[in-house]
């Protein structure tokens, strides 16, 4: 079993900055990518950005390429969101996620099978 606590959301005008944290505990065996999706109210939930087991490999959406940047902890059972330059429509639940043999430039949801509660974000106009 393993456990997945986002922590970081909030409020933020337009053109702001967050920083989101994800950290994993209990059975988290061997190699496994990690990722951050997102779901608007109304809306599917949507890939956003994953990050390799070594860290040196990243993937993102063409919504938020250059603008956001996922990077992974030292002891490899964290991972970051760092969130530039944001925009209303970024405005959604942001859920990190967990999932072993990951293409990540192909990544689904299907793809992760362990998930955290989502932390909101919401930015204002």
């Known amino acids: 079993q393993v456990q997945l606590v986002e922590s970081g959301g909030g409020l933020v005008q337009a053109g702001g900055s967050l920083r989101l944290s994800c950290a994993a505990s209990?059975?988290?065996?061997?190699?496994?990518?990690m990722a951050w999706f997102r779901q608007a109210p109304g809306k599917e939930r949507e890939f956003v950005a994953a990050?390799?087991?070594?860290?040196?490999?990243?993937h993102y959406a063409d919504t938020v390429e250059g603008r956001f940047t996922i990077s992974r902890g030292s002891a490899k059972n964290a991972v970051y969101l760092q969130m530039s330059s944001l925009k209303p429509e970024d405005t959604a639940v942001y859920y990190c996620a967990l999932g072993s043999a990951v293409d990540i430039t192909i990544a689904t949801s299907d793809d992760f099978g362990s998930w955290g509660q989502g932390t909101q974000v919401t930015v204002s106009s």
């Open positions: 990050i390799n087991w070594t860290g040196r490999r990243t």
């Open positions: 209990g059975r988290t065996f061997g190699n496994y990518a």
